[in-house]
């Protein structure tokens, strides 16, 4: 789940500090595991859940500087005095505030001494825990906010900020429930937790080997077939791993080198890892654990969040499965080696147990209506009963493995702390400073009302924020900045959601910071600016199809079955079309003026007949258009044959 740098195995980290690491990542598992099943409330110890929250993260502040060292990706033989300083300050603090949150809380107003140096202890230790776990992009950023919130009244026009007393602004946004100890510490503690333990757990499994080996036998019999494997492979694992680029570096490793190995040239083998990698993070059911939060932002059941983001995340891979497969018909890019490719009945046969833990998932959280945690929970139970019992092609999990995945769970899911502990105080900033709702007021002024312009600024600023940040982070801050200026003008809270939510993963394959296109070509060896082009070119759909669903509802699963079929269908005709205008492959290889005609009748038919009134026309000349171009290449494909 987590892009965090954890000390490889070659640097000398010292024994008990790798021992130190695994206990407390397991307390911090046992954790979410405890609220998934309500055990704080069956043993009398529910309390206010403020105290629960600033309990764990005492629990991931003492794992940062115990395990992440000062600077990252150096040696850690020894835990300095400083870090020492910073364990013992986590354990006083946070052991303090969860105690005694009940009197603090009752006497938040009076802002007692003790009360303010916990306050501004707690958002130290989490800047500091930030920039070693997430990089100095988030740090500073965080840095930004606070700086605002102490000095925003001198900042003049539209952006000034309420002028808020430093006791007051410090205990608001790190112990009031609107602030650090709100809804993103709240999801990152207890529903993304379970989920990444049951992705753990199906990876120590072998559960995500079967996925892969399923992959290459069923795509890799079909021309390119080793980009449509990375497609399917990385479009399943993706949703689970809650990052594009660890999806890129794990998944990666394997896809890369087999469509190089294919024909693909390395910038385009990147490429087509880096956008399937990226469309994981916009895959339902999970949605790299965006999903959750999203419902807990908008007030509605997690399966709305679900439904509405079905139709979105097919056309994206349903454009990317095409554009792979028409660039392997242009370039003469053929099957994958036989011998690469096992039998399908022999793979299923050994791992369609693995199917079992998602059918529990989706059957827990839409039949039963459990919670997320719990549903997770209930899922990654399944998945140790198949892993023990059956195992995949003879590798079976032991209680070992399962207790090294608490652990290991733990240490990833620090830096997801840390992120949303850091959302909870820029919330905290924008409440208290009305930043929030400067910041919406401003870009409507700036789009004069024009719901267009609002909608490409509101891109932009999307792409922007989203740099070099993971999934949960990106959605935390997008959901508070951007979406709140969208539905202002009327546009439906599931739709500027996940407008905000679709480019700000853009930001993860759209140069000059396409984090995950620059880290496939890392493994792909490949120039990294030309990969992130060649990256924007393959998810080229994800550009446009936010902008269809603000304007049509159905594509978003809401209004008619009939118009939604029929909205679906044209899309996926127009992406067919599109991408075959911008390969420049049909039935065969075309020439520029049938390209174009393709582009303009594809991009006709992605339009929603519902968008504007007599709309249903631009489908029908689409229609007519795109039949013209298929005609016209047909009768010159069997020209060709008869010459």
């Known amino acids: 789940m987590s892009n965090s740098e954890e000390p490889k195995a070659d640097q000398p980290t010292a024994p008990y500090i790798k021992t130190m690491g695994a206990y407390l990542g397991a307390l911090l598992t046992f954790g979410a595991i405890a609220e998934a099943v309500d055990l704080y409330q069956l043993v009398g110890l529910a309390g206010f859940i403020e105290q629960r929250l600033v309990g764990m993260l005492g629990i991931a502040l003492v794992i940062t500087f115990a395990v992440f060292p000062a600077v990252r990706k150096t040696p850690r033989p020894n835990i300095p005095w400083y870090d020492l300083i910073a364990i013992a300050a986590s354990v006083i603090v ?32 989490v800047a500091e825990g930030l920039r070693r776990t997430s990089g100095n992009i988030l740090f500073i950023f965080m840095i930004f906010f606070i700086l605002f919130g102490l000095f925003g009244h001198f900042v003049p026009g539209h952006f000034e900020g309420r002028n808020v007393a430093i006791d007051r602004m410090f205990i608001y946004i790190a112990l009031d429930p609107n602030g650090l100890v709100g809804v993103p510490m709240v999801v990152s503690t207890t529903i993304v937790i379970a989920f990444i333990y049951f992705g753990h757990l199906l990876d120590k499994s072998k559960g995500s080997q079967f996925f892969t080996d399923i992959s290459v036998s069923l795509m890799g019999r079909y021309r390119g077939g080793s980009s449509k494997i990375a497609v399917t492979a990385s479009s399943l694992f993706g949703s689970i791993s809650g990052s594009a680029v660890s999806n890129v570096v794990s998944t990666g490793v394997i896809t890369i080198p087999m469509m190089k190995k294919g024909g693909y040239p390395k910038h385009v083998a990147g490429a087509i890892e880096a956008v399937a990698s990226t469309g994981g993070q916009l895959m339902p ?22 439904i509405a983001a079905v139709i979105p995340a097919v056309l994206y891979y349903v454009a990317l499965f095409i554009s792979a497969d028409l660039y392997a018909a242009r370039h003469g890019i053929s099957r994958v080696d ?128 989203g740099m070099g940040m993971p999934t949960l982070g990106v959605y935390l801050l997008l959901a508070t900045l951007v979406a709140p200026s969208l539905i202002e003008v009327g546009v439906q809270p599931m739709a500027a959601h996940l407008f905000a939510l679709y480019f700000g993963m853009l930001s993860m394959i759209t140069p000059p910071v396409a984090i995950a296109a620059f880290a496939a070509a890392t493994v792909a060896e490949s120039e990294p600016m030309k990969t992130g082009f060649a990256a924007v070119t393959f998810g080229w759909s994800a550009y446009l199809v936010p902008f269809l669903f603000v304007l049509a509802p159905e594509l978003l699963f809401e209004g008619e079955p009939l118009l939604i079929g029929t909205t679906l269908a044209t899309a996926v005709l127009g992406i067919w079309l599109v991408c075959a205008g911008f390969n420049g492959y049909l039935l065969h290889v075309v020439q520029p003026f049938t390209r174009v005609i393709a582009v303009a009748a594809g991009l006709a038919l992605l339009l929603p007949s519902s968008s504007f009134a007599g709309a249903y026309w631009t489908d029908i000349i689409g229609l007519a258009a795109g039949l013209m171009a298929i005609s016209y290449e047909y009768i010159q494909s069997k020209k060709t044959l008869m010459v």
């Open 338 to 465: 036989e011998d690469q490719i096992p039998e399908r009945w022999p793979v299923f046969k050994a791992g369609w147990i693995y199917i079992i833990p998602f059918a529990v998932l989706i059957s827990a959280l839409f039949n039963f209506n459990l919670r997320p945690d719990t549903s997770a929970l209930v899922s990654a139970i399944s998945v140790v009963i198949v892993g023990v019992i059956f195992g995949y092609r003879g590798a079976r999990m032991n209680l070992w493995s399962v207790l090294k995945c608490m652990s290991s769970t733990g240490i990833a899911v620090t830096q997801i702390v840390m992120i949303g502990a850091m959302a909870g105080i820029v919330i905290g900033v924008l409440n208290i400073t009305g930043l929030g709702f400067a910041l919406t007021q401003a870009l409507i002024a700036l789009a004069a009302g024009n719901l267009g312009l609002l909608l490409i600024m509101a891109a932009i600023v999307s792409i922007i924020l």
């Open 94 to 125: 946070c052991a303090y505030v969860t105690w005694d949150y009940e009197n603090i809380f009752e006497n938040i107003y009076a802002r007692p001494l003790n009360v303010v140096v916990s306050a501004v202890v707690i958002v130290t230790l």
């Open 285 to 306: 059911p999970i949605m790299g654990a965006a999903a959750f939060v999203m419902a807990e932002f908008l007030q509605i059941p997690y399966s709305s969040v679900v």
